[in-house]
């Protein structure tokens, strides 16, 4: 038998939003090196004899480099077997496929790809609002919130992230989130720009904070949101935050 990879987007959480195809490709999957987020719910449709093996940055392993998940990919692969390699939101976002890729044609390895719906658009649906919204937002754009060393990318375009028609949507930047919200409101960004952060978006235990971009750092470190969150920035997030206001309210009330 020839082996393959398949690089597999799980989406967002809830397992109803996986893809048929992924589904399809998972239940006929030999082995399935999956993330630390995949919930167990999409982990069982892979077929029971299927080697499983988390290989999430943040489960016991952690000192798991990609250098040794290429290698487990390839070697698995290489040996005949049909490889899922199963990511959390969509494979080719954040999520270090590129290298995946490069590791499979270096080994002469067949490799595919099946996307999935990212957490932005999961956060989004959760939060009932339209990134892309024809009053508030002509621009979408998706940053990373930490570079390979865990601090906030050098390289951002501040000029982007400040501008008021964007919808900017940051990745794990729970550490730097004040920094970043620092350094956009001083190049332009006004502080009383919406934004939510959210973790577990489409999952039972979804958590969602909204405030102000001035605000958000400081109420989300006080918050101490277990897990990885997700930030959209932007007017589009106005409903959202008002909503998140009116809860409030009422709470107090």
């Given at each position: 038998?020839?082996?393959?990879v398949?690089?597999?987007?799980?989406?967002?959480?809830?397992?109803?939003?996986?893809?048929?195809?992924?589904?399809?490709?998972?239940?006929?999957?030999?082995?399935?090196?999956?993330d630390d987020?995949?919930?167990?719910?999409?982990?069982?449709?892979?077929?029971?004899?299927?080697?499983?093996?988390?290989?999430?940055?943040?489960?016991?392993?952690?000192?798991?480099?990609?250098?040794?998940?290429?290698?487990?990919?390839?070697?698995?692969?290489?040996?005949?077997?049909?490889?899922?390699?199963?990511?959390?939101?969509?494979?080719?976002?954040?999520?270090?496929?590129?290298?995946?890729?490069?590791?499979?044609?270096?080994?002469?390895i067949?490799?595919?790809?099946?996307?999935?719906?990212?957490?932005?658009?999961?956060a989004?649906?959760?939060?009932?609002?339209?990134?892309?919204?024809?009053?508030?937002?002509?621009?979408?754009?998706?940053?990373?919130?930490?570079?390979?060393?865990?601090?906030?990318?050098?390289?951002?375009?501040w000029?982007?992230?400040?501008?008021?028609s964007?919808?900017?949507?940051v990745?794990?930047p729970?550490?730097?989130?004040?920094?970043?919200?620092?350094?956009?409101?001083?190049?332009?960004?006004?502080?009383?720009?919406?934004a939510?952060?959210?973790?577990?978006?489409?999952?039972?235990?979804?958590?969602?904070?909204a405030?102000?971009?001035?605000?958000?750092?400081?109420?989300?470190?006080?918050?101490?949101?277990?897990?990885?969150v997700?930030?959209?920035?932007?007017?589009?997030m106005?409903?959202?935050?008002?909503?998140?206001?009116?809860v409030?309210?009422?709470?107090?009330?």
């Open positions: 038998m020839t082996g393959k398949y690089l597999v987007g799980a989406g967002p959480g809830d397992p109803e939003l996986l893809t048929l195809k992924a589904a399809r490709v998972l239940q006929h999957a030999d082995a399935v090196l999956h987020l995949v919930g167990p719910q999409i982990l069982r449709l892979a077929p029971a004899q299927a080697e499983v093996r988390n290989v999430g940055k943040r489960c016991g392993k952690k000192n798991i480099s990609q250098e040794e998940i290429n290698f487990l990919m390839v070697t698995l692969a290489a040996s005949g077997l049909q490889v899922v390699r199963l990511k959390g939101g969509d494979p080719l976002i954040f999520s270090r496929a590129g290298e995946e890729i490069a590791a499979c044609r270096a080994a002469g067949a490799v595919d790809v099946v996307p999935g719906i990212t957490a932005a658009q999961g989004a649906a959760s939060l009932g609002v339209s990134l892309t919204h024809r009053s508030h937002a002509r621009r979408l754009q998706y940053i990373t919130g930490h570079d390979r060393d865990g601090r906030l990318p050098a390289d951002i375009d000029s982007s992230v400040a501008d008021p964007a919808t900017t949507v990745y794990m729970k550490k730097t989130l004040a920094e970043l919200a620092t350094r956009a409101i001083a190049q332009g960004l006004d502080p009383a720009t919406p939510v952060a959210m973790a577990a978006a489409t999952r039972p235990g979804e958590q969602t904070l405030a102000p971009i001035g605000e958000i750092a400081e109420k989300l470190e006080a918050a101490a949101i277990k897990g990885p997700l930030v959209l920035i932007g007017r589009a106005e409903s959202a935050m008002r909503d998140a206001a009116d409030e309210i009422r709470r107090m009330g």
